[in-house]
């Protein structure tokens, strides 16, 4: 198992969330080099591969001459992973050309005997939508919040090791979403003859700027939110036992308000929380192999 105590803030050579970045923007890059004719501005896009694995394979040099670059090597992740994702939704559309929303809403029926949309329009009201969009919302900020508690505790291994976990399981959320492009229930799905979903104060914001953020994107399966909070809240266990208390309701919150806020059909709840379970599982060992590769 990995030691998640202590260690150097600044601790020499690629490290492993360094590598599966390089690994994913280099896969990434060759996937674009074979569609170059269907993805557009794929030299402008392979431009900035490169430019992102030179910064990687630079900085940890540079931070040994300037230290006060450690603080990058600690908060980049969020930048490339964010990067990425926008990406995603370029190349879904160019080189996939098809989604498999279909499939997804068959299986939900399959499984409920009708769509869950319908089936949970029974028990909409204001109040419990405004709050599982609230909880929906803060996705990123909760599966965030361990890596400042790490950095106050100055568990330098520990940081570094979430970043991995964390970073890990959004790259492999956007391949799912490659391999299997699902936009999600509320754009399938006809909404003519179920009553609107309706918050109080934040939820036509909250939705509308999520609707910016996502753009076209075709991103529900695996469900991501329902994986990282996962991953997060089982990381939070034993690192930070009172977070852990607060993490496993709003896990199941998350959960539930995917599908209640017609995001996502379960069948990709159920695979976020399958992924989850698979890389909590493997994470140790990938991070050891990670962190020998020198």
Not at 223 to 237: D, N
Not at 277 to 287: E, F, Q
Request: hydrophobic content about 50%.
């Amino acid at each position: 198992m990995v030691e998640l105590k202590g260690g150097s803030p600044n601790e020499a050579g690629l490290w492993a969330a360094d590598r599966i970045m390089i690994a994913y923007l280099a896969g990434t890059a060759l996937l674009i080099v074979a569609f170059r004719h269907r993805v557009p501005g794929a030299m402008e896009l392979l431009g900035w591969h490169a430019a992102g694995i030179a910064v990687l394979l630079g900085v940890p040099r540079l931070s040994r001459r300037f230290p006060s670059l450690v603080w990058w090597r600690h908060v980049y992740p969020i930048l490339y992973v964010a990067a990425c994702y926008r990406e995603m939704s370029v190349l879904i559309r160019s080189i996939r050309g098809t989604d498999y929303d279909a499939g997804m809403a068959h299986l939900d029926v399959l499984l409920w005997g009708a769509h869950p949309m319908v089936l949970l329009s029974g028990i909409q009201s204001p109040w419990l939508t405004e709050a599982l969009q609230l909880a929906y919302s803060l996705f990123i900020p909760a599966v965030l919040l361990a890596c400042p508690l790490l950095w106050i505790k100055r568990d330098w291994e520990g940081l570094r090791y979430y970043t991995f976990l964390i970073t890990l399981g959004f790259l492999v959320s956007y391949v799912g979403y490659l391999l299997v492009p699902v936009r999600g229930p509320r754009f399938h799905l006809p909404t003519a003859n179920l009553p609107p979903l309706e918050g109080l104060w934040l939820f036509d914001r909250l939705r509308g700027g999520l609707d910016w953020l996502e753009s076209a994107h075709y991103d529900c399966f695996p469900s991501g939110h329902v994986q990282l909070t996962i991953m997060a809240c089982w990381f939070s266990k034993r690192r930070f036992p009172v977070l852990f208390l607060i993490f496993l309701p709003y896990t199941f919150a998350v959960a539930f308000a995917t599908v209640y806020l017609r995001y996502h059909y379960t069948v990709d709840v159920a695979a976020g929380a399958l992924m989850a379970g698979v890389l909590l599982w493997a994470g140790p060992r990938l991070y050891i192999m990670a962190r020998r590769a020198y």
